[in-house]
């Protein structure tokens, strides 16, 4: 069984460090603190897809260090708010908006999204997730949360980047499970999910290639500066994070694990 790997403290205890952001940026083509499979692209089409505007009020599951929820209101002058279980990603994160004047519009709390969401009913105009919900053993449950505190036609988007699409060996399991507890669905399952819950699908986008492409960069990235990446992490974790990302590479690269992105809509009553 490989050892469990220390990503998430890493990259949010070590954010503000140079050689974690030239790794962002050489990952993804620019820094919002990522640890996540998003594309630039598919960043700048979420506040579109969600219809965002200045009365708008929007809720971000698996916030991280806050830079894209902070992108987020900047770009259309929206309320934000985040949460994240990482204790040192939401002080980060609130440290980022204190510092750029915007936390009047944004703040970030620590929560633990698989339990009851402490949010008034039909709260946000929006919620949104990137490569989140694969940690939440209870979907349906999260589901039903999300449409609680969705206002009437409110919408959601997600990505699920652990949707099986072949054979996949246990060594393979426990490598793409090294970083934390995951939950891997099979084809079909959050449509399943979510219309239970009440919601109504708007899209479903395969983005399994660019995720595969991110892997291999980040794998790169972080392989052009062994040395100075382990004198931060240690070589076990910089090596047990290198195997992992090889493995999301090959697992996607070959379609055995998929990537969806999903926008819903929540039902109006009796529809």
């Known amino acids: 069984m490989p050892a469990k790997v220390d990503l998430y403290n890493h990259a949010y205890g070590n954010y503000e460090r140079d050689i974690y952001r030239e790794i962002r940026v050489e990952t993804y083509g620019e820094d919002l603190g990522q640890t996540s499979w998003v594309t630039t692209q598919e960043s700048d089409d ?3 897809l969600l219809e965002l505007g200045r009365q708008s ?23 934000v708010v985040g949460v994240d279980v990482n204790p040192l990603g939401i002080a980060n994160a609130n440290a980022l908006a204190q510092m750029r004047g915007l936390s009047e519009r944004v703040r970030f709390e620590e929560c633990d999204v698989s339990s009851k969401l402490a949010f008034a009913e039909e709260e946000f105009d929006a919620v949104f997730a990137n490569d989140v919900l694969c940690h939440i053993p209870e979907r349906l449950g999260l589901f039903a949360e999300i449409i609680r505190i969705l206002k009437a036609a409110g919408q959601f988007l997600f990505s699920d980047a652990l949707v099986i699409g072949g054979l996949i060996s246990s060594e393979e399991l426990a490598i793409r499970s090294s970083i934390g507890k995951y939950v891997f669905s099979p084809a079909g399952e ?8 009440g919601f109504g699908i708007t899209g479903v986008t395969d983005t399994s290639a660019d995720a595969a492409k991110i892997a291999k960069r980040w794998y790169d990235a972080r392989k052009a500066r062994k040395a100075a990446v382990i004198a931060i992490e240690g070589e076990p974790d910089f090596s047990g994070l290198q195997k992992f990302l090889a493995c999301v590479y090959q697992l996607t690269l070959e379609r055995r ?3 969806f992105v999903y926008l819903v809509q929540k039902k109006n009553q009796g529809s």
């Open 190 to 197: 959050n449509e399943r999910l979510l219309m239970a819950a």
């Open 257 to 259: 694990l998929l990537r």
């Open 46 to 48: 979420i506040p579109r």
């Open 57 to 79: 009020k929007v809720l971000e599951i698996g916030c991280g260090s806050g830079r894209y929820a902070l992108r987020v209101a900047e770009a259309t002058g929206c309320q």
